[in-house]
């Protein structure tokens, strides 16, 4: 009873500002919070670091000191206790270029470079012009003048000795750029107002989305010829692309879906009310907003893309890991096959996490409100 | 006016450019507009209202067509309103809107909120979709935001750049949908005033709002609604002062304190 008096009479007149109480910080206090706060987490770091202490020392001597880094005979592998990291250096043309002709291995390093390097320069949004569209069509035809030849002097090379990282890499691209328009459209037209492009798109989600990838690539590659009349014959790593980008883009398809459905209907309304046409509203208002909110989850389909490219194997194309694999058929390697595919699997993270570190940096710029 | 409408023959003496004639609408079951006749001249001011669920913002919505109405007939500006999507985008480019919600594009900086329209919509250059931008951010007291993101603009803020953005193409109406019920008491005067400077030079609005004083300095015609039928319609002076129907004095005694 007292206090409600003394409430009133309490409250000063006007608080004095004053700045934050400062954050106390240093490596202690950042243990004690993360990783020793509680019984139960102190336990759990305890386990881990008891878990590491007993894996890590066996793990260095077999990667790094006893390892074996350059040799050309595989007998000095088997002598060595470590790691045979020479398979790589021994193997890595192979890995890299699967069934493309030996001699012009350096045509396919060059589209390496050319798709790294277009993606690098891509991610710097300073850079975003007409001129950089107009570089990837450049890019593009170089990539494709390089990989099958015929023309400048260069060797003819078919689809079918395409290999390896160049073609993992080609069938991505091709995958994301022709997938995520087919995806962004089928997404519209699930939800068009108009019946039939509504059941269609829905029709071609909901059958496509519910076979398995392995499926879809088998009826590409042995089914879909047989209902071809004859004569007329598809390239199979046409087939096996044409098969990725519709996969790909009905999973993206959902993914737009998605971000289609969070925005207010205010904004569909405030945009017909100043009289923009479907495709002005749709392309300046609705999707450059939805994209924004389905950029996480697209970000995941693409990473997941890229690693489904392992698929066209079991048709018989020779991606990187399917090149690697055939690599390692020679009997004086065959025991080093952990080696080669440790490297492997290095190969594809750094891929995927570019990815998803771009990614972020991405969401980040436009959380902070900036224009994309 | 585009070129191929056919000439009305119930509208050409008369100066409407808002014209309803026996509307009716249903959502599934619910009969939500009755009968609606209503007339509006050029120049003229007609404030909408009463109580939530009447019908009075689905009314305003059909008259540039983001509701559409299943009878009566719909004119404006001399086009009858059909499903034909030319003319509704024709009819939406001469009726500007203002929403409860402000609906600014959140992605767009105020300047292109305000230029999109013209730039898209009647292919004017953009340097002049600036100037005509930047001329009506000043009329609506607010020219420094201009490149600012809606998120960064208070709330009255942005219901004023809202109605520049409706009158960015220069629209013989203007609609307003509750403009100031989503606002802070202390924004409501800045949108309220701009809206009396626009109607004092002499645009053409239909306002539906619960803002008697508003109603009292510059409409026109007062029209209130319940149960989707128009109750009574009458110049302010005598509507506050004689309403002649129950509905209307109880829904009046209940907003006027």
Redesign the interface.
């Known amino acids: 009873m007292t206090a409600r008096g003394s409430i009133s009479t309490a409250i000063p007149v006007s608080a004095a500002r004053r700045s934050a109480p400062a954050m106390e910080s240093g490596i202690v206090l950042w243990l004690r919070r993360n990783l020793f706060n509680g019984l139960y987490n102190t336990v759990l770091t305890l386990l881990a670091l008891w878990a590491l202490f007993v894996t890590l020392p066996d793990f260095i001597n077999w990667a790094v000191i006893d390892a074996v880094w350059h040799t050309q005979d595989s007998k000095v592998c088997r002598q060595a206790s470590g790691a045979c990291w020479a398979v790589v250096a021994e193997k890595h043309r192979v890995m890299l270029f699967g069934t493309f002709p030996y001699d012009e291995h350096w045509r396919g390093v060059l589209v390496i470079a050319i798709v790294v390097g277009m993606s690098v320069m891509s991610a710097f949004r300073r850079l975003w012009s007409y001129r950089l569209f107009g570089a990837w069509l450049v890019a593009t035809g170089a990539v494709f003048v390089l990989l099958l030849g015929g023309v400048f002097g260069l060797t003819p090379v078919g689809t079918h000795q395409w290999g390896g990282l160049p073609l993992t890499l080609v069938m991505f691209a091709g995958t994301v750029v022709g997938g995520m328009p087919a995806g962004v459209l089928l997404a519209l037209g699930r939800r068009s107002s108009l019946p039939a492009i509504r059941a269609l798109c829905t029709g071609f989600i909901e059958i496509l989305r519910g076979l398995p990838l392995i499926t879809i690539l088998f009826m590409a590659s042995l089914m879909f010829p047989l209902f071809l009349p004859e004569g007329v014959t598809v390239d199979k790593f046409l087939r096996a692309q044409i098969a990725m980008m519709l996969f790909f883009a009905v999973y993206a398809a959902e993914v737009v879906r998605g971000g289609l459905q969070a925005i207010p209907r205010g904004q569909y309304e405030a945009a017909d009310a100043i009289g923009l046409s479907y495709w002005h509203k749709t392309g300046r208002i609705i999707l450059p907003q939805a994209l924004r909110i389905a950029l996480p989850a697209l970000v995941n389909e693409i990473i997941r893309a890229f690693k489904n490219t392992t698929f066209v194997s079991i048709i018989g194309l020779f991606d990187v890991l399917r090149a690697t694999s055939t690599a390692l058929q020679d009997p004086l390697w065959v025991l080093y096959s952990i080696e080669a595919y440790l490297f492997i699997f290095l190969l594809y993270f750094v891929f995927c996490f570019a990815m998803s570190k771009y990614s972020e940096h991405v969401e980040r710029d436009l959380a902070k409100g900036r224009n994309l | 006016m585009t070129g191929d409408e056919q000439p009305n023959p119930m509208n050409g003496a008369s100066s409407a450019i808002v014209e309803l004639r026996g509307v009716n609408k249903w959502f599934g079951d619910f009969h939500v507009l009755r009968d609606i006749h209503l007339t509006v001249g050029r120049g003229e001011r007609v404030v909408i209202c009463g109580p939530s669920g009447s019908g009075k913002s689905t009314l305003i919505r059909c008259i540039?067509r983001?509701e559409e109405h299943q009878e009566g007939d719909i004119i404006v500006d001399g086009t009858l309103l059909t499903p034909d999507i030319r003319k509704i985008?024709?009819v939406?480019?001469k009726?500007?809107?203002v929403?409860q919600?402000f609906?600014?594009?959140?992605?767009?900086?105020v300047m292109e909120n305000l230029t999109?329209?013209p730039i898209?919509?009647?292919r004017v250059p953009e340097a002049e979709a600036e100037a005509r931008a930047m001329d009506l951010l000043e009329r609506v007291r607010i020219p420094e935001q201009a490149r600012k993101?809606p998120?960064?603009l208070s709330g009255g803020q942005q219901q004023r750049v809202a109605i520049a953005?409706?009158l960015?193409?220069r629209p013989k109406v203007m609609l307003f949908d509750e403009p100031t019920s989503a606002l802070d008491p202390e924004m409501i005067n800045e949108v309220l005033d701009v809206m009396i400077e626009l109607a004092e030079a002499g645009m053409t609005m239909i306002c539906v709002t619960h803002e008697m004083g508003f109603a009292r300095k510059v409409a026109d015609l007062v029209v209130f609604m319940d149960e989707g039928e128009i109750v009574e319609a009458a110049a302010p002076e005598m509507f506050f002062a004689r309403p002649e129907n129950e509905r209307t004095k109880l829904f009046l005694s209940q907003i006027l304190h």
């Open positions: 540039n983001l985008e024709d939406r480019r009726v500007g809107m929403f919600s609906n600014l594009f959140p992605h767009l900086s999109l329209g898209l919509a009647q993101y998120g960064q953005r409706a960015m193409l």
